[in-house]
């Protein structure tokens, strides 16, 4: 059974950093493509960066330069630390496989706000 479980979102100022985990139960994760997700108020959910089982990384030209995505194999996680964090990131971010998705998780609560 796939279980996604994301933590460590929580309410920011503009110009501040987040680190959030998902703890990914899928088999063979260690060769599956992941990626972080986020859903805006009001707007569909949107992919903002894959990572794939060798380390390579791409991200939405909506958050190049700000944050930074990885995964650890051995422990199924992947993480996403958000830096310079800006008013419109504010959303639910969600871990999930790059393609296609599985059952989503709860995902976590990200504010930036002044």
């Known amino acids: 059974q796939v279980q996604l479980v994301e933590s460590g979102g929580g309410l920011v100022q503009p110009g501040g950093s987040l680190r959030l985990s998902c703890k990914a139960s899928?088999?063979?994760?260690?060769?599956?493509?992941m990626a972080w997700y986020r859903q805006i108020p009001g707007k569909e959910r949107e992919r903002i960066a894959r990572v794939f089982n060798g380390g390579e990384v791409y991200y939405d030209e909506s958050v190049k330069g700000r944050f930074t995505a990885s995964r650890d194999n051995d422990q199924h996680m992947v993480f996403l630390q958000m830096n310079n964090l800006k008013p419109e990131d504010t959303a639910v971010y969600y871990c999930?496989?790059?393609?296609?998705?599985?059952?989503w998780g709860q995902g976590t609560q990200v504010t930036v706000s002044a």
């Open positions: 999930n496989k790059n393609s296609p998705v599985t059952t």
């Open positions: 899928i088999d063979y994760f260690d060769i599956t493509p």
